[in-house]
């Protein structure tokens, strides 16, 4: 799926939306780019350009790497293809299922050259969430959890995923750094099982199990990712088999490699 850019408008009634989008557009595409590449890339003036970053980094829109002068995306636009839209559809009603099933709320996030961005959630009826991500959430890959896993799996070629400062939640809910060695063996068992699950549970009590989702019937071109955010009851903090299975299921019904079974 393509990144999405604004079409040029004249006389243009809203110029510094139009920059603004155009700058998130670039920043989606390429990736994380310093202000002298935006300004070649865009064509607009560096001082324009500077004070829509500021703007867009105060909002949470765009990051600054102080180490490399480096901006970044954390939300992403994109234009929507008919194919696309459908598998979202598609998605949105097999997420409803999951959810209600377990209680728990179900995300699905986009694969861009840029990494991983949350394009749609499902939440479950009259029951407490703690999963803090929303639509548009960029994930940071450096975190090694069951999302990080399957992209790092699935995505190709393991060099677009962070090599560098890997970390993940200890047992008392601290970030732990992780060595690569061991990141490798997590992605390795991740691409033979299909599935990955967090294995340990993040400060808000949230353990996510992640499956991915492929162009139809193509199992070589990552689409995306489905992922469940389970609330863990302190009596019972195990994996849950049950939720494997469904979201196994699910992932296949998405990829176009089974057909859902009519439960009525």
């Not at 040029?8 to 989008?21: E, F, M, S, W």
């Not at 377990?102 to 499902?122: A, D, K, Q, W």
């Not at 061991?182 to 699950?197: D, P, S």
Request: with cysteine; net charge neutral.
């Amino acid at each position: 799926m393509e990144s999405w850019s604004p079409t040029p408008i004249t006389p243009d009634p809203a110029p510094a939306l139009t920059r603004g989008l155009a700058i998130l557009s670039t920043l989606t595409s390429k990736g994380a780019t310093t202000l002298e590449a935006l300004v070649r890339e865009t064509g607009f003036p560096k001082t324009s350009v500077l004070r829509l970053l500021t703007a867009m980094t105060d909002c949470g829109a765009v990051e600054r790497d102080e180490l490399t002068k480096r901006y970044s995306a954390k939300i992403t636009l994109y234009r929507r293809e008919e194919t696309g839209m459908t598998l979202i559809h598609r998605a949105r009603e097999v997420m409803s299922s999951i959810s209600q099933q377990f209680n728990h709320t179900c995300e699905l996030y986009r694969h861009f050259p840029s990494g991983l961005t949350m394009i749609e959630r499902v939440e479950p009826d009259e029951v407490t969430v703690t999963a803090t991500a929303r639509i548009g959430h960029y994930r940071d890959l450096t975190e090694i959890e069951s999302l990080s896993l399957v992209y790092r799996a699935y995505i190709g070629d393991p060099a677009k995923a962070p090599r560098k400062g890997l970390w993940q939640w200890d047992e008392h809910c601290k970030a732990q750094s992780i060595k690569l060695g061991v990141v490798n063996q997590l992605i390795k068992e991740t691409a033979q099982q299909g599935f990955a699950f967090d294995l340990t549970i993040n400060p808000n009590g949230v353990r996510r199990y992640s499956v991915p989702v492929f162009r139809e019937n193509n199992s070589q071109s990552l689409w995306g990712i489905l992922s469940i955010a389970q609330v863990v009851h302190p009596a019972n903090p195990n994996p849950s088999p049950e939720i494997i299975q469904a979201m196994t299921d699910a992932g296949e019904i998405l990829s176009g490699q089974s057909h859902p079974v009519n439960q009525s």
